[in-house]
């Protein structure tokens, strides 16, 4: 293992692991999904609950005394702090020292480890990124030594700015990895990450820990997706929820839709990007393709925004009711329709890219070592081999996520809406989330 | 960069050098971390691999199954598999043929490519592994074997173009 990778003209190759992709969904596979999705939106709207179900206030059992214990013990959490900040002091090495090879781990842990792996992790665990930020970390050193409270800034922090930070820092970073030409090349990777550290300890001397909690991409994309675990809390209290009312307790906050579009829309152009008409365009318009990549990750984006908020904003509201509040209301329903197309979208790719990657990280610098014992390990390529079994789990993620989206809109409409628009308010969303739905398998299936 | 003109998601297939400096970004990152300034180390190079092995399997040759450990038949024009996938690939005046089209081909079995072309050129496979093809001048035929199921993107260098799609079932 370790070998550098076998050198041809002026590309290197990585070793091992090569970059096929899934096969396209079977179109029996796609349509059955749809047509699911469809009876169950429908099925949802005439049978479900009438009165509202989810209150965070009220909801959820406490969690057991002992794991309660564990996790509020400060050893527990200054244990996950050193293990985040372990973990970047290794990334921060291997970027800056490592050779600009696609040996060097650091692609991997980013693209990979990082942006992928945060979903499952939060979807499992809870918001793990609140828990391991460095960035935090790193604020929290700082006011230890200066005496300060790293949870207040300078200032408080502005209401109407509320999610919106992290919506530009999940743009810059989807920007990097799929539109931006040298998104594996060392330097500007390492560029990249070096303006976030920088823009989130900035953030945090100014605005304090809000920032990171409405700020920090990677924090804001990691607590919505842990929204979707069981783990809660309530005040301070350590609870255990049902997924769909873990749901509801999204805190909403301006830009809550620019997060979710830029989540869901630049998943999407990632699967369309390799679409044959879009290959066809950018390949016969070469000198625009760079013009056109760029515009249609705009436009995915921008979509799914403007599909959010119509769906949202077509009922009929209460006289005391501003229709423009509803779409970031809404937007928590859509979260998991996003963490079920990740799953189909990225699922091959974490458990492959992720093996070799942490097989790549015994051996950052190219010498050969065995730092971590997992260098001599074999990627498992087990799934790929398997592309029906891999086909109907994508269709299952994606048809489940778009079951508690529906679910989730559902309650949120009949506590939202004055009860003679509850169910026809309920339609222009649930035509919003078919075409998210319909659309990300036609999409699977396309590409 | 994976393709010049349509960059695709991160794949760990290949990197070329750095455009931005190497250290351009370090006096940021210590400043960040807040670390003490002065500990540079010697090894600055920007090149891309300094170890610059010549890849064996793949001057040979003509038929590669580079980086793959199977035998793949050589000769291919007059080999068994005139059922096998057969890809014409025609490269002149910077154009090619195929234009990113889709081709269907089973795993595990030769997909030949018969190449014709006014200059030499690379095409890349990223299959698991990677695999690829030199070509010269004039016709020459070659045989790919992929084993794992799966979209195998095969492009062209310079200029950088995404050839075709090899749907491999």
């Known amino acids: 293992m370790n070998v550098p990778g076998r050198y041809s003209d002026h590309w290197v190759l990585a070793h091992g692991i090569g970059g096929a992709k899934d096969l396209p969904l079977p179109t029996e596979l796609a349509i059955a999904g749809a047509v699911a999705a469809l009876t169950v939106s429908f099925t949802v709207l005439v049978v479900a609950w009438r009165e509202p179900r989810y209150d965070a206030a009220t909801s959820g059992r406490p969690a057991p005394a002992w794991l309660a214990g564990v996790v509020d013990s400060t050893a527990f959490r200054v244990a996950l702090r050193a293990v985040g900040m372990l973990l970047f002091v290794y990334t921060a090495w291997v970027a800056v020292f490592g050779e600009d090879l696609l040996t060097n781990p650091f692609f991997g842990m980013f693209y990979v480890l990082l942006w992928v792996g945060l979903v499952p992790a939060s979807v499992l665990l809870g918001p793990v990124w609140k828990a391991v930020s460095p960035v935090r970390t790193i604020n929290l050193l700082f006011a230890r030594l200066t005496g300060g409270d790293a949870s207040r800034g300078l200032w408080e922090y502005p209401r109407r700015l509320g999610y919106w930070p992290a919506a530009v820092g999940l743009l810059a970073f989807v920007w990097l990895e799929l539109v931006y030409p040298h998104s594996t090349e060392l330097g500007p990777v390492r560029l990249w990450c070096a303006v976030y550290v920088a823009a989130m300890l900035l953030g945090g001397a100014l605005w304090g820990d809000d920032f990171y909690e409405r700020g920090d991409p990677f924090e804001v994309y990691s607590t919505l997706s842990s929204k979707l675990s069981v783990w809660g809390r309530r005040g301070d209290l350590l609870v255990v929820r049902s997924p769909l009312a873990n749901l509801d307790t999204v805190v909403v906050r301006p830009g809550l839709v620019a997060v979710v579009a830029v989540l869901f829309g630049s998943t999407a152009y990632d699967s369309f990007q390799d679409s044959q008409p879009w290959v066809r365009l950018t390949n016969d318009h070469l000198e625009y393709a760079q013009l056109l990549n760029h515009a249609a990750l705009l436009g995915f984006c921008v979509g799914v925004g403007l599909i959010l908020a119509a769906g949202s904003m077509l009922t009929g509201v209460g006289p005391e009711q501003s229709r423009r509040a509803l779409p970031d209301l809404f937007a928590h329903s859509v979260v998991p329709i996003i963490v079920g197309y990740v799953v189909a979208h990225y699922l091959s790719y974490l458990v492959e890219t992720g093996q070799d990657t942490i097989i790549k990280m015994s051996d950052p610098m190219g010498d050969g070592s065995n730092l971590l014992g997992t260098g001599d390990w074999k990627v498992n390529f087990w799934l790929s081999y398997h592309p029906t079994l891999l086909a109907t789990t994508k269709v299952v993620a994606v048809v489940v996520g778009h079951i508690l989206g529906v679910v989730a809109a559902h309650d949120r409409a009949i506590r939202l809406l004055p009860k003679r628009h509850q169910v026809t308010g309920q339609l222009s969303m649930l035509v919003a989330m078919i075409v998210f739905t319909a659309g990300g398998l036609y999409l699977l299936f396309a590409a | ?169």
């Open chain 2, 1 to 169: 960069m994976r393709h010049a003109t349509s960059p695709r998601r991160f794949r760990p297939s290949r990197s070329g050098s750095s455009s931005l400096g190497r250290w351009a970004v370090v006096p940021l990152l210590l400043m960040v971390l807040g670390l003490a300034a002065g500990c540079g180390d010697g090894d600055g190079d920007d090149t891309a691999g300094d170890d610059p092995t010549p890849s064996a399997s793949m001057s040979e040759t003509p038929t590669d199954s580079a980086g793959t450990d199977e035998p793949s038949p050589s000769e291919s024009e007059s080999d068994s598999a005139p059922s096998g996938t057969v890809v014409q690939v025609i490269f002149k005046d910077g154009q090619i043929t195929p234009n990113g089209d889709r081709i269907m081909a089973d795993a595990g079995e030769p997909i030949t490519f018969d190449i014709d072309a006014d200059a030499a050129g690379e095409l890349h496979f990223h299959s698991t592994p990677e695999q690829s093809i030199d070509f010269e001048p004039g016709t020459s035929s070659y045989d790919i074997v992929i084993d794992q199921p799966g979209i195998v993107e095969v492009e062209l260098h310079e200029p950088e173009m995404l050839v075709a799609q090899l749907e491999i079932r």
